[in-house]
């Protein structure tokens, strides 16, 4: 997914998305590796599928910009 997909707001809520991810996994002893990330931002999605459609979709593009 390319940046010009989103406005600036949504892409730099998706780099907050990211960046949050990359400090759990990084507490919890765990690789920061792209696929540890998609794999992080993928279950929390589905943890969260009842919540708004706007966090839903913010999580859908962070899945799709760091995917490996």
């Known amino acids: ?17 990211i960046g949050d991810a990359v400090i759990v996994l990084s507490e919890c002893g765990h690789e920061t590796k792209r696929a540890e990330i998609t794999e992080l931002l993928q279950r929390t999605r589905h943890h969260r599928s009842h919540d708004e459609r706007d966090e839903q979709r913010m999580l859908e593009h962070a899945i799709r910009l760091v995917k490996p």
Do not use: A, F, S, T
């Open 1 to 17: 997914m390319k940046r010009d997909v989103l406005n600036d707001d949504d892409y730099d809520e998706v780099c907050r998305v």
